[in-house]
């Protein structure tokens, strides 16, 4: 089979149904905002730094998916047939953020993303869950969107931030707050 297909040279493309939309529709930007921090979540595997995190962080990648493969389909009584996220993938990003936090120093002042690379590119990774997160919302203005694909964007973003705190707290790394002062 080939990978290209030459059928988006038009600038539209298949939802899972084959269903052709516009390549710039609210539906397509939110499962391609997920797909790209499927990505970031990968890089941020690859971390030597993370190696204690790599199964939560693979776990991540699969939720992740699940709902990009819910993004992917407009027919809401399809999404029975789909892979929903874990029902309980809330509770596992909650404890894993509880566990980290709980050697950290209470925070005061923001944070400027920085320190080292790992902790860089967890910002990132932070950040285009954000993004991700509000293409959802977008999206569920106009299209049914099952609850927990922005739940879970959203507590991911939250365990991102924390993920970034704990990276530059085991590395040694000084957090750079905000105001500066």
């Given amino acids: 089979m080939k990978i290209y297909t030459l059928t988006g040279d038009d600038g539209s493309t298949s939802l899972s149904n084959g269903k052709r939309v516009p390549k710039y529709s609210s539906r397509i930007e939110a499962y391609g905002n997920v797909d790209e921090l499927i990505s970031w979540i990968g890089v941020l595997r690859d971390l030597v730094e993370n190696r204690s995190r790599s199964d939560i962080l693979l776990y991540i990648q699969d939720q992740l998916m699940r709902c990009a493969s819910i993004l992917a389909t407009e ?76 739940s879970f964007l959203n507590r991911l973003s939250d365990f991102l931030f924390v993920m970034a705190r704990k990276t530059c707290y085991e590395s040694g790394t000084k957090e750079d707050k905000w105001p500066l002062l």
Wanted: net charge neutral; with cysteine; charged share 25%.
């Fill in 75 to 150: 027919e809401p009584g399809q999404h029975s047939k789909l892979l929903l996220p874990d029902n309980d993938c809330l509770a596992v990003l909650e404890k894993s953020i509880d566990l980290m936090q709980d050697s950290l120093p209470a925070l005061r002042n923001f944070i400027l993303p920085g320190g080292n690379k790992a902790v860089s590119f967890t910002h990132v990774a932070r950040c285009v869950c954000r993004r991700a997160e509000r293409s959802v919302f977008s999206l569920k203005q106009t299209e049914p969107v099952p609850d927990i694909v922005a």
